[in-house]
C-alpha cells in the first residue's frame, strides 16, 4: 500500500448506469488528483483539487463529476458514460505549497480502478 | 507534438545490461519526475528532480534544464526491473505556488529477459 487507497479495484457499468470513485490518502497531503489512463495514450490529467478546491478541470465532460469533501477525500461521480470512458483511473496526492511560496514535492498514486463501460 | 516525448518506446534487453531510457520536454518546469507502472496498474514514484542528478540503488536520473532532457539509467538491469518508466512534468507556475498535476510522457515498456 502506497497511502493511496482507491476503490474499488475493478469497476463494470452500463452506459445508464450511475457510479462512484473513491480515494483516500491518510499521508496529511493537501493536494488530490484525478488521471485517467486509456490505452495506447499518455496518463491525462482531469481534476485538481488544493486545499479541498477545485483548482483545475482539463475540459472533462460533465458526465464525470469530482468531490472532494476534507483533504482526505477525493471522488468520482460516474454517470452516463460511453464505452470510450473505458480507463484506468488513478488518484494521486501530494503536498503543495498555498500561493505565493513554491515547494515541490513528490506525488504518490493509489493502484488505480480499471473501469469498464458496456 | 507532445510536450513530454520519451524514447525508445519499447525496450528489450538482457539482465544485467546497462540501460538508458530518454526524456525530452519542451514546457517551463518547476521539476521532472521518472514513474515506474507495473503491470496492474499502480504507479511508484522513482525520482523527482530539478537540477543535476540523483541515484537510488541501481537507477540513475539526470536533467539537464538547458537541454530540457533528462536520462534514467539502470545498471546491472535484473527481471524484476521490467515495467513501464514514465516522464512527466510539473509545469512552472509563474503565479507561484500551489497544486498543478503532471504532465505525461507516453511512457518506455522495458523488459529484461533473463
Known amino acids: 500500500e502506497t497511502g493511496v487507497t482507491q476503490t474499488p479495484r475493478h469497476l463494470v457499468m452500463g452506459m445508464t448506469n450511475k457510479k462512484s470513485l473513491k480515494c483516500e490518502q491518510h499521508?496529511?497531503?493537501?493536494?488530490m488528483y484525478w488521471y485517467k489512463q486509456s490505452a495506447k495514450k499518455p496518463l491525462e490529467l482531469m481534476f485538481v483539487y488544493n486545499f479541498k478546491e477545485q483548482t483545475e478541470n482539463n475540459s472533462v465532460p460533465s458526465r464525470f463529476s469530482p468531490e472532494c469533501p476534507n483533504s482526505s477525500h477525493l471522488f468520482l461521480h460516474l454517470h452516463t458514460l460511453q464505452p470510450e470512458d473505458s480507463a484506468l483511473y488513478l488518484c494521486a496526492s501530494s503536498q503543495e505549497s498555498r500561493r505565493g511560496t513554491v515547494h515541490r514535492y513528490g506525488y504518490t498514486f493509489g493502484s488505480g480502478t480499471r473501469l469498464t463501460v458496456v | 507534438k507532445n510536450e513530454v516525448e520519451q524514447s525508445p518506446q519499447n525496450l528489450t534487453a538482457q539482465e544485467g545490461e546497462f540501460i538508458t531510457i530518454n526524456c525530452s520536454y519542451s514546457v517551463g518546469i518547476s521539476a521532472l519526475h521518472w514513474l515506474q507502472q507495473h503491470p496492474g496498474g499502480g504507479i511508484v514514484s522513482l525520482f523527482m528532480l530539478s537540477s543535476g542528478k540523483k541515484k537510488h540503488g541501481r537507477l540513475i536520473a539526470t536533467i539537464n534544464i538547458q537541454e530540457k532532457h533528462s536520462s534514467l539509467h539502470i545498471t546491472a538491469s535484473h527481471p524484476r526491473d521490467s515495467a513501464v518508466y514514465i516522464c512527466a512534468v510539473t509545469r512552472y507556475m509563474y503565479s507561484g505556488g500551489g497544486a498543478d498535476g503532471l504532465t505525461f510522457g507516453k511512457g518506455t515498456h522495458l523488459i529484461i529477459q533473463p
Open positions: 499521508l496529511g497531503h493537501n493536494a
